[in-house]
């Protein structure tokens, strides 16, 4: 079962990789390369964090330990380098971020079959929103905070994250309904969770978290989805009773 999900997955990476080659054949070439290295270094964190659930499920909670750890760097290196300005704006949002990853971490802690149905619909919704923004997508959401999220993509990347959530029902073992609540709360923290993050980055007038992984802006750049959807999973499992 494991490696036919695996194989949807690599599918759906080359359907990814078919839309990044239309998003990037008219743009400049630099600009183009630096999406292809954003695209190659996605693939390899996606591939490094299934193995981790479905081969040592204890590794993903220590990388989820060391995301959490690193982001909190990364917040407190923004700080420092605003001069720290906006003091009650940072502890509001470390509080905020505090409490998230208190989540993520119980998220490591549930059953392996429930953290991959997770991690497939939310990795799934973050690339297609992209894809999808980018090539249909115009009415822009946040123009001020994110200028890259757009109606499109939440509409395309949703739908997709649904549909797909629904061919991996068999890692779920939970009701249709429950299914659905959860799949459209994890399409919600992560777009959520991705907002917050350049609400942040906004506030304190900067573009990168920082330069750690090549063709992201930094760890909670990149991890920043996860870490806010993982909570909501949490969440379901220990209040909602999933």
Not at 24 to 35: G, P, Q, T
Not at 75 to 84: G, I, N, T, V
Not at 129 to 158: D, E, H, R, V
């Amino acid at each position: 079962m494991i490696h036919i999900i695996y194989y949807t997955i690599l599918i759906y990476f080359l359907l990814g990789g078919v839309g990044f080659y239309f998003i990037n054949r008219k743009k400049e070439h630099e600009v183009a390369r630096k999406s292809y290295i954003k695209f190659v270094m996605y693939f390899f964190i996606i591939n490094i964090l299934f193995f981790s659930i479905v081969l040592v499920p204890v590794a993903f909670r220590y990388l989820s330990g060391l995301i959490i750890g690193v982001g909190l760097i990364e917040l407190f290196r923004l700080f420092h380098q605003s001069d720290y300005k906006h003091k009650r704006f940072f502890f509001i949002s470390l509080l905020i971020y505090c409490m998230l990853s208190a989540g993520f971490l119980l998220f490591g802690t549930l059953q392996k079959e429930l953290i991959l149905f997770s991690f497939i619909v939310l990795s799934i919704f973050d690339s297609f929103s992209q894809i999808t923004g980018q090539l249909w997508g115009q009415k822009k959401l946040f123009p001020k905070t994110s200028p890259n999220k757009t109606l499109g993509g939440l509409i395309g990347g949703g739908l997709i994250a649904i549909g797909s959530a629904f061919l991996l029902r068999s890692l779920y073992t939970g009701i249709k309904l429950e299914s659905l609540i959860l799949t459209l709360g994890l399409v919600f923290f992560a777009f959520a969770g991705d907002l917050t993050a350049s609400f942040f980055k906004r506030k304190l007038n900067v573009k990168d978290f920082s330069k750690l992984i090549p063709g992201h802006g930094g760890f909670l750049d990149r991890f920043d989805s996860l870490i806010s959807a993982g909570a909501w999973v949490a969440f379901c499992v220990y209040v909602l009773k999933f």
